[in-house]
């Protein structure tokens, strides 16, 4: 019954290719969040969506984009992948104030 | 990151406390959080505090906010090896998108 859950765990691909990431949340939350975290452990918003409304951060280039199904899914599409995009990603939800992420996923584009 | 520092290493004996520090730049934060990262795994909420607080006690973690000078600081009493992470300080505003630091990674020796 793990609250907020990312698939797949680990993601290891090839320069070019197309894919996804999904996350759910089974709090009930209105709000999710994808964000990146880098070889640093540095970490960054890529986006929030909200009630259909999808804020994006302007650093993130246009082949990543979010997909909602319905309010307790946020999965992360992403095109023709890059070396740069090898990261670690977290999904969040949140009813508010707290943000509560997901394990991860350990993306290494070769 | 820029936007949030946090100094990168603290080593400390098992038994005595931590004191991990903070400082940010934006005055118009409304929540301060802690989130923890076990290696391999998401990030924990810790504890967070509202702009308008000084202190919050959880435990064996205590959190300080000095507004005026934008520093945050997480106490950890009776610090146990479970404790070695890294901890990470974030803030946001109203929109609850959290801004991180680059993480302060705990050793905690016997």
């Known amino acids: 019954d793990t609250a907020v859950s990312q698939t797949p765990k680990y993601l290891v691909t090839q320069m070019g290719n197309d894919k996804s990431i999904k996350c759910e949340q089974n709090?009930?939350?209105?709000?999710m969040y994808w964000y990146k975290q880098d070889s640093k452990k540095f970490l960054k918003i890529m986006f929030s969506y909200n009630n259909k409304e999808l804020i994006i951060n302007e650093t993130v280039p246009n082949r990543f984009s979010p997909k909602s199904p319905d309010k307790a899914h946020l999965n992360l599409h992403i095109n023709s992948l890059e070396l740069g995009d090898s990261a670690v990603y977290f999904c969040a939800s949140s009813p508010g104030a707290e943000q509560y992420f997901g394990p991860g996923t350990r993306l290494t584009v070769t | 990151g820029e936007d949030v520092e946090q100094s990168l290493f603290l080593s400390v004996r098992e038994g005595d406390s931590s004191v991990i520090n903070c400082t940010y730049t934006?005055?118009?934060?409304?929540?301060l959080y802690w989130y923890k990262q076990e290696p391999g795994a998401g990030l924990q909420l810790l504890t967070y505090i509202f702009s308008n607080m000084d202190m919050k006690q959880d435990q064996r973690l205590t959190v300080l906010l000095n507004k005026k000078d934008k520093h945050l600081s997480l106490r950890i009493a009776d610090t146990q090896t479970g404790d070695s992470a890294i901890y990470f300080c974030a803030e946001s505003r109203d929109d609850y998108t959290l801004s991180f630091g680059a993480g302060t990674t705990v050793t905690v020796r016997a």
């Open positions: 934006d005055s118009s934060s409304t929540y």
């Open positions: 709090l009930g939350h209105d709000t």
